[in-house]
């Protein structure tokens, strides 16, 4: 009976041997898997992770001593000379007002127009020959000049033609506003009409909403029109230096653009809690 018995010790040993040799590989391959599934998670995570050093404004890039400001680093603003479709506000003023009234524009319009409306109406704008028109001078070639130059030639004209020196004659010229378009990673995109003489590129995109953490603050695109046609060009509003560019201080008509990053492309997130949960 002992004997008898032997065979099954034997095949219930080899069951066992077997079952466990199973199980071993099982495991072998769960965790294999388990790796592949780190190694992939890793992957995402550093790839939709979008750094630091990308979303803080006016870094100062090179190796510097401490972190304050270059005390040389100056902003520069060219002289913005008028284009086709600029509005100008052109006022005169004497010492007889009532001589120069029908210079003035009188202003009796939709009362509840808002600046940017009653700007247009009451303004002039500037033809496609680069002209306005204005009571009583007739056209006078405004293209390619500073509202300064503008002012002088309107001055002189008055004062060759109807006036003397004794009227003390006082022309003023502005920017009927300042209007711009902002499309792209911004949080409100559209057009903006801001009535002043000098908006910086921060400015303008605190107007539309801020950029984004999915924004490309490293490549801001700002389309500018001349009188040769569009070009574009380029900003880095992560680096200083952004306020020593030309284009640092935004014109009419410019349009600026904020490119997604490459994460919001890939659908991943903002961080690496949110790309896992994404």
């Known amino acids: 009976a002992k004997n008898g018995n032997k065979p099954k010790r ?20 769960f965790m294999k898997h388990i790796r592949l599934l780190i190694i992939v998670l890793s992957c995402v995570v550093v790839s939709s992770c979008i750094p630091h050093k990308d979303t803080v404004y006016l870094q100062v890039k090179e190796d510097a001593i ?14 913005y ?3 086709v479709n600029d509005i ?35 303004g002039f704008t500037v033809d496609v020959h680069g002209n306005v028109r204005i009571p009583t001078l007739g056209y006078i070639n405004v293209l390619g000049f500073t509202t300064e130059e503008i002012e002088k030639a309107i001055e002189q004209k ?12 006082f022309v003023t010229v502005k920017l009927a506003g ?10 409100s995109p559209g057009s903006q009409v801001l009535f ?28 500018r029109q001349y009188p040769q046609g569009q070009q574009i060009h380029h900003l880095d509003l992560t680096d200083i230096k952004v306020m020593q560019s030309p284009y640092y201080y935004i014109q009419p008509n410019d349009i600026i653009y904020v490119k997604p990053l490459k994460q919001k492309s890939l659908g991943t997130g903002e961080t690496a809690l949110s790309s896992i949960t994404t």
């Open 88 to 122: 100008l506000n052109i006022r005169v003023k004497a010492l007889d007002q009532e001589t120069v009234s029908i210079l003035n524009p009188a202003g009796d319009g939709n009362l509840n127009a808002s600046s940017a409306e009653r700007a247009f109406f009451d």
């Open 158 to 169: 008055l004062l060759e033609e109807q006036f003397k020196e004794t009227a003390n004659i």
């Open 178 to 187: 300042l209007r711009y378009t902002a499309n792209g990673e911004v949080g």
């Open 81 to 83: 000379r008028v284009q």
């Open 10 to 29: 034997i095949v219930l040993v080899l069951i066992l041997v077997l079952i466990h040799y199973i199980c071993v590989q099982r495991s072998i391959v």
């Open 196 to 223: 002043t003489e000098r908006v910086n590129i921060f400015e303008a995109i605190a107007n539309v909403g801020e950029i984004p953490l999915t924004g490309d603050k490293k490549d801001v695109l700002i389309i």
């Open 66 to 79: 401490n972190d304050t400001i270059p005390n040389n680093l100056s902003e520069i603003q060219k002289p």
